[in-house]
């Protein structure tokens, strides 16, 4: 593996950049990478990929520098095959190879032999083994599955031995022995890496992580596991400065009223005094005076106390909105722990009888079980989840859902992209009234005018999250949630709160992911392997 020189550096000053609509990504950002391995993450739509963009000198920055030492390597979210290239293309040995080839002929020039280099095809072997891939050199990418041309592209970058990989969301549409390959990939790697991804698995491979928010970037030293803890102390703190702030506008609160109280016994007296006519009327009169002006810097002083203390307070429930993870209370399915959800028997089926995807496949859940359904990619997942919700019919079998179900593909497609979320919800819950539907979708973080927004106008992770409340939320939710890939280009905010979600709901669940930690997260009890 190369190791980066020492110079190797990438250096952001003073960097600001708005989209062509005009909206703001970034304003005076300064950041420095070195020969470190950082995860880049942040909300969708905050500006991931167009700071890579920027490092790239895709985009230029309306103001501020980036300044690169060093070769860069990048690989894009989405790798397409155009027309006849092919993996040696993608390395850039398309010219090499064919010398080899003269010369395997004995058709080669002299100058071909002086140029030959007799170790090209063991060192892009080894290179695609790094990544997990087997493929001749002269293999179609168009022959290549999406997650193959990834796992092949991310080959052809460590086989080119960059000071800097720039990876924007790598093991997306990888199945689990693609991430696998490449989190072992980047845990090996000892040059620059600068990694933008919602793999969790993936960020613990890190030296530090950069989050990237809407007032800037903060640098969390170590992987996903210590940044996380530096985000609960962060959280404590929040909460510990929120505890304060309301004990400090409390005692304002008390020793105004008791500087009042104090006041108005010393203005009665004064005024018991001036009743029986024993002191003169220019004393009373600066007596009044005084008691006036004391009266009001109290009230001047108590008011500058309050409005400082609820301030503070205001500042530290708008940090631990951003740092406390949702919680979700869902009513309940009322599954009952014997009752046979699914039953799969003996199935056959596929989109082309010469090659079925599944063959003699049984599958049986009872009661509250969370299956997950694993396998390479091609292994026949989908098509189960098709199967189970009645989109694909068997050739051979029988396979029946006992309960209630309800799908969320990758689409979300069950909701109506022209509507609003409270329109969606109306409209899948007609027995629901607007007050039961607005606490649901509350529930789910949509208060007020988030609840109007238009699907078609979300984000992914808004969008599942809104799909989970129309289907959760009602009162009496399916006792039977199927999920197809659901946390593919979410960020990690919206996985977070997906998951808090399902862990509320206690009906069974079949989910397709590769993601292993959303798998730990949701409780998974069993997995049905596929392929």
Not at 337 to 359: H, I, M
Request: charged share 25%; hydrophobic share 45%.
């Amino acid at each position: 593996m190369s190791r980066a020189p020492v110079s190797a550096s990438i250096t952001l000053s003073n960097l600001s950049w708005a989209s062509p609509e005009g909206r703001g990504l970034f304003a005076g950002l300064d950041l420095s990478f070195g020969a470190e391995r950082a995860g880049l993450v942040g909300r969708n739509g905050v500006g991931k990929s167009t700071l890579l963009k920027l490092i790239t000198g895709e985009l230029t920055p309306q103001t501020g520098t980036v300044a690169v030492s060093g070769r860069l390597g990048v690989l894009r979210q989405d790798v397409q095959a155009a027309g006849d290239d092919c993996v040696a293309d993608l390395f850039g040995v398309s010219g090499a190879l064919a010398v080899l080839r003269r010369a395997e002929a004995g058709a080669a020039s002299a100058d071909d032999l002086a140029d030959a280099d007799w170790t090209l095809e063991a060192r892009m072997a080894a290179a695609l083994a790094r990544v997990g891939l087997v493929a001749e050199a002269d293999t179609l990418l168009a022959a290549l599955s999406g997650g193959q041309r990834t796992r092949a592209s991310l080959a052809a970058l460590v086989f080119a031995e960059p000071d800097f990989l720039l990876l924007d969301e790598p093991t997306n549409n990888l199945d689990r022995e693609g991430r696998a390959a490449v989190a072992r990939l980047l845990s090996e790697w000892r040059a620059g890496a600068i990694v933008v991804s919602h793999d969790r698995e993936l960020l613990e491979a890190m030296d530090a992580i950069v989050e990237l928010t809407s007032l800037g970037a903060a640098r969390y030293g170590g992987n996903w596991s210590h940044y996380r803890e530096r985000k609960a102390l962060e959280l404590a703190a929040a909460r510990h400065d929120l505890a304060d702030a309301e004990r400090r506008a409390a005692d304002v609160a008390r020793s105004a009223q008791a500087t009042r109280e104090r006041q108005e016994r010393r203005d009665a007296g004064g005024r018991r005094k001036a009743a029986k006519g024993d002191m003169p009327r220019i004393l009373l009169g600066a007596r009044k005076n005084t008691a006036e002006n004391t009266s009001g810097e109290n009230a001047r002083l108590a008011e500058r106390l309050r409005v400082d203390a609820e301030a503070d307070a205001a500042e530290a429930r708008a940090r631990i909105e951003v740092l406390a993870p949702l919680n979700v209370t869902l009513p309940t399915t009322g599954l009952a722990a014997g009752k046979v959800v699914l039953r799969v028997e003996d199935v056959t089926a596929g989109y082309d009888e010469e090659r079925p995807v599944l063959r003699d496949l049984s599958v049986v859940m009872t009661g509250p079980e969370r299956v997950a359904v694993v396998g390479p990619n091609g292994s026949g997942k989908t098509t189960l989840l098709a199967l189970i919700s009645g989109a694909l019919k068997p050739w051979r079998g029988r396979v029946g859902v006992m309960v209630e179900a309800a799908m969320l593909d990758q689409r979300v497609s069950l909701l109506d992209p022209a509507l609003s979320i409270r329109d969606n919800f109306r409209r899948i819950n007609p027995e629901a009234d607007e007050n039961a539907c607005r606490a649901a979708l509350a529930r789910f973080m949509f208060r007020a005018d988030a609840a109007l927004q238009i699907v078609g106008t979300l984000s992914g992770g808004q969008m599942l999250r809104a799909g989970l409340a129309c289907v959760l939320g009602r009162a009496n939710p399916p006792q039977l949630l199927i999920l197809d890939e659901p946390t593919n280009h979410l960020d990690i905010d919206s996985i977070e709160a997906v998951e808090a979600g399902l862990r509320a709901y206690d009906g069974a669940l079949v989910v397709v992911s590769h993601d292993e930690a959303f798998l730990q997260a949701i409780g998974i009890t069993r997995r049905v392997a596929l392929g």
